[in-house]
């Protein structure tokens, strides 16, 4: 399926937003891992944002483009698929895991807080690097 072109830069905004996600959490982590208080809750909060900039642009993109089908044949189908699906089920885990696990960081209820983010932070990683391979498997490593 060809993209029409005002929705062209769509795909790759939505991957460089996903993966400023990843890279930004992988930073949150560290800085907690430091003590870094005020530096991790900003920089989480960006990721946060980033995260909700790339599902509202998902979501108007598909709703104007639609489907776009995977190219790949052979054993690129069967990893392409494992990947797509495990990466869109957590996703959808994953919203409500990020509410839980902000609200209970701003509410300074930290030992909460802690014990989902031990959850909430690989799981919310894994949903935005599958994003991105998911961006490269459908529009550039397979493409017709």
């Given at each position: 399926m060809?993209?029409?072109?005002?929705?062209?830069?769509?795909?790759?905004?939505?991957?460089?937003?996903?993966?400023?996600?990843?890279?930004?959490?992988l930073?949150?982590?560290?800085l907690?891992a430091?003590?870094?208080?005020?530096a991790?809750?900003?920089?989480?909060?960006?990721?946060?944002?980033?995260s909700?900039?790339?599902?509202?642009?998902?979501?108007?993109?598909?709703?104007?483009?639609?489907?776009?089908?995977?190219?790949?044949q052979?054993?690129?189908?069967?990893?392409?698929?494992?990947?797509?699906?495990?990466?869109?089920?957590?996703?959808?885990?994953?919203?409500?895991?990020?509410?839980?696990?902000?609200?209970?960081?701003f509410?300074?209820r930290?030992?909460?807080?802690?014990?989902?983010?031990?959850?909430?932070?690989?799981?919310?990683?894994y949903?935005?690097?599958t994003?991105?391979?998911?961006?490269?498997?459908?529009?550039?490593?397979?493409?017709?």
């Open positions: 060809q993209v029409p072109a005002e929705f062209a830069i769509y795909p790759t905004m939505n991957a460089i937003l996903n993966g400023a996600s990843g890279v930004l959490l930073i949150g982590r560290w907690i430091k003590r870094r208080i005020a991790h809750r900003a920089v989480m909060i960006a990721a946060l944002v980033s909700s900039l790339f599902l509202t642009s998902y979501l108007y993109y598909h709703a104007h483009v639609g489907s776009v089908r995977f190219q790949g052979g054993w690129s189908r069967p990893v392409y698929f494992t990947i797509l699906i495990s990466h869109t089920i957590l996703a959808a885990v994953i919203v409500p895991l990020v509410i839980i696990t902000l609200t209970r960081a509410k300074a930290y030992p909460q807080h802690r014990a989902i983010a031990r959850w909430t932070f690989p799981l919310w990683l949903v935005s690097v994003g991105v391979i998911v961006y490269f498997m459908l529009y550039h490593w397979f493409a017709v």
